[in-house]
T-cell receptor, first 112, second 114 residues
Framework: QKEVEQNSGPLSVPEGAIASLNCTYSDRGSQSFFWYRQYSGKSPELIMFIYSNGDKEDGRFTAQLNKASQYVSLLIRDSQPSDSATYLCAVRSNFGNEKLTFGTGTRLTIIP | DAMVIQNPRYQVTQFGKPVTLSCSQTLNHNVMYWYQQKSSQAPKLLFHYYDKDFNNEADTPDNFQSRRPNTSFCFLDIRSPGLGDAAMYLC?????????????FGPGTRLTVL
């Protein structure tokens, strides 16, 4: 079983709609969760992180965490063509551990 | 602007010819990481430095070595590159180990092995 799983996609969403990206993880001791965006041929850039159950909003992005279900998601509201990229979910197993485990990413395409 | 810089951005080498990739940071972060990322795959951690302490991943081939001469710089040495080592190499930094500490990536070096 992979430690961090994401639907590889591609996920196609019409412009202006909500894009929903999902991630599950296997380590119950995981504490911090990160979403990175990676454009083709570029390096990952941090969108947001979350470590408490519930929702965290930042502009058009909302991260949702459910530790009981070992599930973290990223919602992108009012999707724009510039949101077309691969989204990587990353998990840190416990506080004091500086390593991240990455999922393979979900490729998102926003259709104009 | 504080940032993570990688040089070169593109590196072409021949099979078996040693190559060194460079990473520098102006963030004054304690931790520096090297990842290998192949197409459509997750970044794979090769090793990281926590200050001067070197931490090697168990499955990192011996062909890969690293040096961190000071806080700002970290190098990745590939002693005898094979065709399977062609990939994007990403350097990242993080400040500490706090719950909200994040990793910030440099632009990457695309390595081609002929």
């Amino acid at each position: 079983q992979k430690e961090v799983e994401q639907n590889s996609g591609p996920l196609s969403v019409p412009e202006g709609a909500i894009a929903s990206l999902n991630c599950t993880y296997s380590d119950r001791g995981s504490q911090s969760f990160f979403w990175y965006r990676q454009y083709s041929g570029k390096s990952p850039e941090l969108i947001m992180f979350i470590y408490s159950n519930g929702d965290k909003e930042d502009g058009r992005f909302t991260a949702q965490l459910n530790k009981a279900s070992q599930y973290v998601s990223l919602l992108i509201r009012d999707s724009q063509p510039s949101d077309s990229a691969t989204y990587l979910c990353a998990v840190r197993s416990n506080f004091g551990n500086e390593k991240l485990t990455f999922g393979t990413g979900t490729r998102l395409t926003i259709i104009p | 602007d504080a940032m993570v810089i990688q040089n070169p951005r593109y590196q072409v080498t021949q099979f078996g010819k040693p190559v060194t990739l460079s990473c520098s940071q102006t963030l004054n972060h304690n931790v520096m990481y090297w990842y290998q990322q192949k197409s459509s795959q997750a970044p794979k951690l090769l090793f990281h430095y926590y200050d001067k302490d070197f931490n090697n991943e168990a499955d990192t081939p011996d062909n890969f070595q690293s040096r961190r001469p000071n806080t700002s710089f970290c190098f990745l040495d590939i002693r005898s590159p094979g065709l399977g080592d062609a990939a994007m190499y990403l350097c990242a930094t993080s400040r500490w180990r706090g719950e909200s500490d994040t990793q910030y990536f440099g632009p990457g070096t695309r390595l081609t092995v002929l």
